[in-house]
């Protein structure tokens, strides 16, 4: 564990001595600030229409579901750049052959870069209270909702994060690293999407709900509901659980070869 | 304290090392010798728990390196070919993120850090970043953590490469300090730096050891003795003379201007007195005899040349 430990420090230290970490803030807060902007004038447009007596079924946390959804999106984009220099870089400059040759067990190895860009993940989503700030100062919100969607971001996060470390073990280059990880979370994303488009079952296996299932999306909209079902928790953990057993394997492998 | 017995690594078809057998004893300071690509590295790489062999067995402080890694990886320092460094660190974060790594009771670690800042001479740049750093401190940086926790054996892959001559033989006095209280390992393809810095040489070529000597017995080792002398005259018909003597090997000369010849012959005295006499009954006015001392860089290359059958 105190390996673990000491990676996460060297990690978090390292995202703050390079540009990364900023860039990252920058571009999520940028993003973020964009569709709560978005969301600010949609909520004027529903107070107005309220004042009219035309009210359209649109409420303040109907409209935080969208924001929060989006934000999961966004997070998808911001996922790759954090997690491409987990291994890539260390295989690159040599180092992992300090990791490896200190009295670290692997597994402590993989836990702490998992645990760093996490820690990252997590330091954006603090940030983005400031957005429940607003909505507590402009309106009334529902905080348990609120709280529910936030459990599903850090759990989304964790996932995000176990999936670009695998892939970040799996190759040498930061860009490839990028690049993969951000297809496999899109491909992850849209397979809700793909899922809802097969209605016919071939074979034995009903392949359009099964596709939906492995998809993050439905899970974490269920959270934005304020639902916290134990299936979704359960999937998102044992989704990261297994991503990190196979990026522990990966990073074993790489002295085999 | 190290042991290797029939170690065997293949890199897919390519054999890197082919069935070493040696052992380096506590305190002693081992020299690995070889050109580039010779298996000095993997060997060292399958020592640190780093890669594993393909057969064979390999043992450091009486614990195998594929049955007991931990152990073996917290007796060892490693200073890999490329320093492990990560260049947007400071010295001293790095220092004691490596102190982390190594696991060393926090209350020990700022002791430990500064004496291996001090004794690596790093006091000047503790607080700057490595990646603003030279060639000569990153790789004193290196050796840094590979000392930080008081190994009891230190492998070292050509630990001075890149370094200015000041900067070599401060290296090599760092080492040298290391004798006797540490077994080290330390390859290198420079031949005068084994000579100064090493208890015992192991030359590897090709993935085969094909010399494991003392490091003051290397001049007998070569079997040949090489003795140069310098006439007034008539070089070419002492030369002439002397390939008539028993137990000469060879004879060169060099006739225009600076009379010069270099005999070799098999090392035994009386063979001295003959020339000397030859030389005399020539009436070539001797000037000089002198032997040659076999040079470490012909005794090597006697070696890989022999083996691969080509004159160098």
Known sequence: ?257 | MIEVKDLTKNYGDRLAVDNISFCVKRGEILGFLGQNGAGKSTTMKILTCFMPATSGTASVAGFDVFENPYEVKKRIGYLPENPPIYLELLVSEYLDFVANLRKIPSSNKKKKINAVIERCQLGDVRNRLIGNLSKGYRQRVGLAQALIHDPEVLILDEPTVGLDPKQVSEARGLIKSLRSERTVIYSTHILSEVAATCDRIIVIDRGKIVAQEAINSLGAAGATTKTELIVQRSAESVAQSLRSLQGVKSVHYQANGKERIVVETEPREEIMAEIAKVVVNNNAGLIQMSPVQLALEDYYLNLISGKRGVSI
């Open chain 1, 1 to 257: 564990m105190r390996g673990s430990i000491a990676i996460v420090k060297k990690e978090v230290r390292t995202y703050f001595a390079s540009p990364v970490a900023y860039v990252v803030l920058g571009v999520f807060l940028f993003l973020m600030g964009v569709i709560f902007a978005k969301f600010v004038a949609l909520y004027q447009q529903y107070n107005m229409a309220q004042q009219f007596g035309q009210a359209q079924g649109i409420t303040l946390d109907k409209l935080a579901t969208y924001l929060y959804q989006n934000m999961a999106f966004i997070l998808c984009f911001v996922t790759p750049f954090l997690t491409m220099r987990l291994f890539s870089e260390e295989k690159r400059q040599n180092t992992l052959e300090l990791l490896l040759t200190a009295p670290l067990r692997e597994s402590e190895l993989v836990i702490g870069k998992f645990l760093s860009a996490l820690t990252l993940m997590l330091i954006m989503l603090i940030v983005s209270f400031i957005y429940v700030l607003f909505m507590v100062l402009w309106g009334n919100p529902e905080l348990k909702i609120i709280g529910s969607t936030y459990l599903g971001l850090a759990l989304a996060s964790a996932c995000y994060v176990s999936l670009g470390a695998l892939i970040s073990a799996m190759t040498s280059s930061q860009a490839i690293a990028a690049i993969w990880t951000f297809i496999a979370l899109l491909f992850l994303w849209l397979l809700q999407t793909l899922g809802n488009g097969i209605s016919a079952s071939l074979g034995p296996i009903q392949w359009g709900p099964t596709l939906v299932y492995i998809s993050p999306l439905g899970h974490f909209n269920s959270f934005t509901e304020g639902l916290i079902h134990v299936k979704d928790i359960v999937y998102f953990v044992s989704f990261t659980l297994f991503t990190l057993f196979l990026t522990h394997r990966v990073v074993e492998s790489n002295r085999w070869r």
